[in-house]
């Protein structure tokens, strides 16, 4: 069984085309199911009336549909991530995604990311963490196309190093899916000890303690609105560079040191599990990158330069340098 993970809150402007395109997945090339786990996080518009309306059409009119599951739970937590995690904490399907509420999958994508999870199964063992996910297309709040691949938008890395991986998210929450030894390592962490989102955070556990996989598709559109700036600008564009600048050094150290702290809640939680997959050098990297919110400028510059983190890009490598 796949559980597609959909996390809703006031989404009434875009619900309705993100849940028509999850019914109509295509489940013909796969050896498995597709389940839909719904959590609205106390929405006060019709978010919840347009789900269900969609949903009646859906099961009036498709032979076989897929199983829709909405939570009953109406306690707000506040967050995305502590409302993917509540879902996650009712999965117990084999395999997981996250679908955000405005998106749009293509009707391949959960086919193709669970094919490409089986042969990474095969190739390193079902006990093995992994995480696969994918790139992606932009459209804007009206839905037009803005980029055919969000990696070359955003001329992002394609390796998921973990050293990488601490300094600058390229996964996508949207478009990943754990296998069920990484899902159960993900459940043990509360959603405040991710300060960088749920995506961050499953990105750098599993790159320390199994295999972050890229498949080299965009396997949904993106949107991106007003309450929704990820990649808002091309990189290396003058519009980036702008708001990099506007944003100033203090929005920079802000992120930066709740990255550090971000890095010791993992440390913290799963040294162990750390340990016996990569070895005491990554756990090593790990307690030094935590550390480095007490550091100073020099001290944060070498362990930069020991370890190869860096962000993607001169410019951001340069901003990095500069305001560390």
């Given at each position: 069984?796949?559980d597609?993970l959909?996390a809703?809150?006031?989404?009434?402007?875009?619900?309705?085309?993100?849940?028509k395109s999850?019914v109509?997945?295509?489940?013909?090339s796969?050896d498995?199911?597709?389940?839909?786990?719904i959590?609205?996080?106390?929405?006060?518009?019709?978010?919840?009336?347009?789900?269900?309306?969609?949903?009646?059409y859906?099961?009036?009119?498709?032979?076989?549909?897929?199983?829709v599951?909405?939570?009953?739970d109406?306690?707000?937590?506040g967050?995305?991530?502590?409302?993917?995690?509540?879902?996650?904490?009712?999965?117990?399907?084999?395999?997981?995604?996250?679908?955000?509420?405005?998106?749009?999958?293509y009707?391949?994508?959960?086919?193709?990311?669970?094919?490409?999870?089986?042969?990474?199964e095969?190739?390193?063992?079902k006990?093995?963490?992994?995480l696969?996910h994918?790139?992606?297309?932009?459209?804007n709040?009206?839905?037009?196309?803005i980029?055919?691949?969000?990696y070359?938008?955003?001329?992002?890395?394609?390796?998921d190093?973990?050293s990488?991986?601490?300094?600058?998210?390229?996964?996508?929450g949207?478009?990943?899916?754990?296998?069920?030894?990484a899902?159960?390592?993900?459940?043990?962490?509360?959603?405040?000890?991710?300060?960088?989102m749920?995506?961050h955070?499953a990105?750098?556990?599993?790159?320390?303690?199994?295999?972050?996989?890229?498949i080299?598709?965009?396997?949904?559109?993106?949107r991106?609105?007003?309450?929704?700036?990820?990649?808002?600008?091309a990189?290396g564009?003058?519009a980036e560079y702008?708001?990099?600048f506007?944003?100033?050094?203090?929005?920079?150290?802000?992120d930066?040191?709740?990255?550090?702290?971000?890095?010791?809640y993992?440390?913290?939680?799963?040294?162990?599990y750390?340990?016996?997959?990569?070895g005491?050098?990554?756990?090593?990297?790990?307690r030094?990158?935590?550390e480095?919110?007490m550091?100073?400028k020099?001290?944060?510059?070498?362990?930069f330069?020991?370890?190869?983190?860096y962000?993607?890009?001169?410019?951001?490598?340069?901003?990095q340098?500069?305001?560390?």
């Open positions: 069984m796949v597609i959909l809703t809150y006031n989404g009434e402007k875009y619900i309705d085309r993100q849940i999850l109509t997945q295509d489940r013909d796969m498995t199911d597709i389940r839909i786990l959590r609205d996080d106390g929405s006060t518009d019709k978010t919840l009336d347009i789900i269900n309306k969609r949903l009646e859906y099961r009036a009119k498709r032979p076989n549909p897929m199983e599951v909405i939570s009953q109406r306690k707000p937590t967050s995305p991530a502590a409302n993917f995690m509540k879902l996650l904490s009712l999965s117990d399907a084999e395999y997981v995604m996250f679908s955000d509420q405005d998106d749009m999958w009707r391949r994508k959960t086919a193709v990311t669970y094919n490409y999870m089986k042969r990474c095969e190739k390193y063992g006990e093995t963490p992994i696969v994918s790139d992606l297309s932009l459209m709040a009206e839905g037009k196309k980029a055919d691949s969000f070359d938008y955003q001329k992002l890395p394609k390796d190093r973990l990488t991986l601490l300094i600058q998210n390229t996964v996508t949207c478009t990943m899916m754990l296998n069920k030894a899902a159960d390592l993900l459940r043990q962490a509360p959603a405040e000890e991710m300060l960088l749920h995506d955070y990105a750098i556990l599993i790159a320390a303690t199994g295999k972050v996989k890229l080299d598709e965009a396997l949904i559109r993106y991106q609105h007003s309450q929704n700036i990820v990649g808002a600008h990189a564009s003058r702008k708001e990099r506007d944003l100033g050094r203090g929005k920079f150290l802000q930066m040191d709740l990255s550090y702290r971000q890095a010791g993992i440390l913290k939680r799963y040294e162990k750390i340990r016996e997959a990569k005491e050098d990554t756990v090593t990297m790990l030094e990158y935590s480095l919110i550091a100073d020099l001290q944060r510059m070498e362990f330069q020991k370890y190869g983190v962000k993607n890009g001169l410019v951001k490598k340069a901003v340098m500069i305001w560390c």
